[in-house]
Each structure stands twice: as C-alpha cells, then as structure tokens.
C-alpha cells in the first residue's frame, strides 16, 4: 500500500486474489439432488436470472414445503380435536395434565362424562397458563392433574369420593 492511497482501495485491490467467481450457497433439504457441475458461463445466467426473480422455482417448493409441514402440524394437534375413543381421549387428557395415573382420569370419565372432563381440563389449562396453583403448603405448583382433582374436590365433591373410592379399590 502506497502512502497516498486509502485502506478502502487496498481493500478492492485485494478481492482479485481468488479465481474471480462467486461461490453461490444454497439450501438444500435432506434427500434432494444438487447440480455441481456448472460452467463459468451458467454461473453467471444464473446469477441475473436470480436478481431478475426468474429462477425462484426451488424457493417456492421450499415454501410450499414447509406450509404443507404447519399444515400437518395442525392436523396433529391434540387440543383442537374432539377425540371420539375413550380412551383416546384418556390418554390426550393425561398428556395435557401431565397426569400418571390415568386410571383416575378413566374413573372421572366414567362418572362426569367426556363433555364435562374435557370443560374441565380446558379450564385446568387456563389456570396453568395464567401461573398455575399453589399446593397448600405454598412449597411448589400443582401438576395439572392436582388442580384438576382439587377443582373436582370444590365444585363435585360426591363425585371425587366417589373416584378416589375406586382409586383406592384399583390400587389394592
């Protein structure tokens, strides 16, 4: 470097140093094939067709992939869907509480109902998301199970004896 010239021209000077050409990246998913084999010439095709938009082909496949992925997703969910087998069910609303027991949860199916355990559970999921409950000790939250079970102890408690009764006699 001369002593007139500035850094930024010494810093132009020295981009000659490679081959001259560009190196493109490129998303590629698993499974899919990637040309490698492109002359000086396609390289610079391809780089005006990318500034003009022409070659958007592959971005859009990407796109539509991973919409039709959200897509699935959503079908999947579990919160959404009125499950239609019991123990489907059971088995959702277990997951969703974080409940082990689910012979509790078959017992409170068989004496509320499907319609009104799931109004619970919904409710059970609006007490978590606002923070949760404390357990009486003030020492740490219930699990969604607990405040479901606690819920059912305040509003129904017939119905909570009634499935801790066959609780105990399945746990014996």
């Not at 919409?67 to 087998?85: F, M």
Request: charged share 35%; proline share 2%; with cysteine.
């Amino acid at each position: 470097m001369e002593k007139g010239e500035s850094i930024l021209e010494a810093i132009y000077e020295d981009e000659d140093l490679g081959d001259g050409e560009d190196v493109e990246m490129v998303d590629v998913e698993e499974g899919e094939l990637v040309e490698c084999c492109n002359s000086g010439n396609d390289r610079e095709k391809s780089g005006s067709a990318a500034v003009n938009g022409e070659n958007q082909v592959p971005h859009s496949k990407n796109k539509k992939r991973r919409a039709n992925k959200r897509n699935n997703k959503r079908k999947k969910g579990g919160s959404g869907h009125k499950p239609l087998d019991i123990n489907q069910f059971v088995l959702d609303t277990c997951r969703r509480l974080k409940e082990k027991k689910s012979y509790m949860v078959y017992n409170a199916v068989g004496c509320l109902g499907v319609s009104a355990l799931s109004d619970l559970v919904v409710e059970v999921c609006a007490i978590q998301s606002c923070g949760g409950q404390m357990t009486a000790d003030g020492k740490r939250c219930r699990t969604g199970g607990g405040i479901l079970w606690n819920i059912l102890k305040v509003r129904q408690p017939a119905a909570y004896r009634e499935i801790m009764k066959k609780t105990k006699d399945f746990e014996k």
